[in-house]
């Protein structure tokens, strides 16, 4: 790791323990600099604001997740139901885990009010299009059929989240569920995904009737 | 402290109203609302502690008895099962994703470490509704028209599929509110996700 490396490092850890601990409008960049040490001019050199820089802590975790997890997601395998019913169950541990729900809520308690919620959403919809991407080559090889990639990973990911997610974040709920409940989460999701998206499924975007033809309104105009 | 009633109360919701939806959520102050009604400011915060309480309480019980409303037409005989479904996503998230609906459930959200706001909404929106769809499935499964599975889940497949489009950028603020229109491409698709799911096949 370079010098810059280990104090962008050094910026995101002590950042992320900061927003978390006093929330956005608590922490300064001058706090944080006071941390890290160095000047505020070396911080903004890294993040030319707090809010980049507040939304590049909170996803950091989930981006590194994300990579490492989908470089082990092979659509080559002629199990894909296995392949996705391990990955959902992975990323279900992965978000519902106290510090990840308690990210998701700061997320989202600070997206209008500073507004970085664009940001945060643009850094989604990249991880997204990650899943994207496998779904994709699941439907060119005929595993799935062919269908809007983007528009099956929503849908994906509802299933996913659709048992377990909202208690968590209401904070009806404290305790992660265990991996027992994760893998029923994720197998009874991906059992429901793989039906409806099956090579013998009609297409969704055709099946929806008259205006089928019309493609899903672009992120920010709807 | 005086003794609280339950005209001042309604009141107070009254007011409250007016000016949430006047200036909105954020904008709204507890002074703006004790100007409406007069009286003082420890007078208003005897009633409710705090402006999140407030705006919970103005908003979240009108939207929940209206989704509550909603759900409770599902007709499980209904001959075209895609079509009471279709009907019944395009009402429910037209509610669901009003503005106010949507302010109330971010707020729910980002309150719930430090109120019981997140709790309070859990118990009183999700859940009856989820047990409505539930019930609904398990008579339509049982006459057939779905596979059997556990119908509380496919109730909740259902209902998160209707919002799988939306909710992130709902929640993050990228879109303020979706018109009905913009909802009902979003509704067809998921119906259609959700039968295939659930189809016997």
Redesign the interface.
């Known amino acids: 790791m370079s010098k810059s490396d280990s104090k962008r490092q050094a910026i995101l850890e002590n950042a992320y323990r900061l927003f978390r601990a006093q929330g956005f409008d608590g922490t300064s960049m001058a706090d944080i600099t006071s941390q890290v040490g160095g000047s505020k001019a070396t911080l903004y050199s890294h993040f030319p604001s707090k809010e980049e820089l507040f939304v590049e802590c909170m996803m950091a975790a989930l981006e590194d997740y994300m990579s490492d997890t989908l470089k082990h997601l092979d659509a080559s395998r002629n199990d894909p139901e296995a392949a996705l019913r391990n990955f959902g169950t992975s990323v279900l541990n992965f978000i519902c885990s106290p510090e990840q729900v308690e990210v998701r ?1 700061l ?3 600070e ?3 500073s507004g970085t ?2 940001l ?2 643009d850094k ?1 919809s990249a991880l997204r299009s990650q899943i994207s991407s496998f779904l994709a080559v699941c439907m060119a090889s005929g595993l799935l059929h062919r269908d809007d990639p983007d ?1 099956a990973a ?2 994906l ?3 996913l ?3 377990i997610l ?2 968590l ?4 709920r404290e305790a992660a569920p265990d991996e027992e409940e994760t893998a029923h989460a994720a197998r ?2 991906v ?3 793989l ?4 090579p013998t ?2 297409s ?2 055709v ?3 008259p ?2 033809h ?1 493609r ?2 672009p ?2 105009e ?1 | 402290m005086k003794t609280k009633t339950e005209s001042k109360r309604q009141a107070i919701l009254q007011a409250a109203a007016e000016v949430f939806r006047e200036v909105g959520f954020d904008r709204a102050s507890m002074s703006d609302i004790r100007e409406r009604i007069g009286g003082s400011k420890a007078t208003l915060y005897n009633y409710f502690p705090s402006k999140e309480k407030l705006f919970f309480e103005v908003m979240h019980h009108a939207k929940e008895a209206e989704l509550e409303a909603i759900t409770g037409e599902l007709n499980a005989d209904a001959d075209d099962l895609k079509r009471e479904l279709v009907h019944f996503g395009q009402k429910f998230m037209t509610v669901l994703y009003s503005a106010d609906a949507i302010a109330v459930r971010r707020l729910a959200i980002a309150e719930s470490r430090h109120s019981d706001i997140g709790k309070l909404s859990f118990e009183q929106a999700t859940v009856p509704i989820e047990k409505q769809v539930a019930e609904f499935l398990r008579k339509v499964m049982k006459r057939g028209a779905l596979r059997t599975a556990d119908p509380k889940t496919a109730a909740m497949h259902l209902l998160s599929l209707l919002e799988s489009e939306l909710l992130q950028r709902v929640l993050l603020g990228v879109i303020e509110a979706v018109k009905p229109e913009s909802l009902s491409g979003a509704v067809r698709r998921a119906v259609d996700v959700f039968l295939f799911g659930y189809e016997r096949r």
């Open positions: 809520r997320m989202i308690a997206a209008a009010r919620g664009k945060f959403f989604i528009l929503d849908h990911g509802a299933l989240e659709a048992e909202e208690p974040l209401l904070h009806v009874r999701a059992a429901a995904f039906r409806a998206y099956a499924a009609p969704i975007k099946a929806a009737g205006n089928a019309v899903r309104l992120p920010h709807l």
